[in-house]
Nanobody, 120 residues
Framework: QVQLVESGGGLVQPGGSLRLACAAS????????MGWYRQAPGKQRELVAG???????NYADSVKGRFTISRDNAKNAVYLQMNSLTPEDTAVYYC??????????????WGQGTQVTVSS
C-alpha cells in the first residue's frame, strides 16, 4: 500500500505565497509522473501542474508564471510553490502520483487534499 500525505495549505491574503508539499510512502518501487490537482466548490477537479520523473513540467494556463512544481525523487516528494495567489486559486489541492508498487504493478494514488484559501 502507498500513502500520499500533503502539507502546507492554509489561509493567505491575495498576492501572497504558499508552498505545498506531498510525500509518498509505502511499498514503492518507483514513481513516474506526479502532479497537483485542485477542486473548488461546485467545480470539477482540474490539473494544476504535473512533472515527470525526469523533471519535465506542464501547467494549467491559469497558473503559468505564478506556480512552480518540483520534485525530489530520493524523497518520493513533490512540491508546489504558489506565488501571486488570487481568490480564484481557492480550492482543495490534491497530490497525485503514478506509482509502480512492489506487489500489484502500476497504480494511481491520491492524497487526502489540503485546503488553500485566498482571502483578505
Amino acid at each position: 500500500q502507498v500513502q500520499l500525505v500533503e502539507s502546507g495549505g492554509g489561509l493567505v491574503q491575495p498576492g501572497g505565497s504558499l508552498r505545498l508539499a506531498c510525500a509518498a510512502s509505502g511499498s514503492i518501487v518507483s514513481i513516474n509522473a506526479m502532479g497537483w490537482y485542485r477542486q473548488a466548490p461546485g467545480k470539477q477537479r482540474e490539473l494544476v501542474a504535473g512533472i515527470t520523473r525526469g523533471g519535465r513540467t506542464n501547467y494549467a494556463d491559469s497558473v503559468k508564471g505564478r506556480f512552480t512544481i518540483s520534485r525530489d525523487n530520493a524523497k518520493n516528494a513533490v512540491y508546489l510553490q504558489m506565488n501571486s495567489l488570487t481568490p480564484e486559486d481557492t480550492a482543495v489541492y490534491y497530490c497525485n502520483a503514478d506509482v509502480i508498487v512492489l506487489i500489484g504493478g502500476r497504480r494511481d494514488y491520491w492524497g487526502q487534499g489540503t485546503q488553500v484559501t485566498v482571502s483578505s
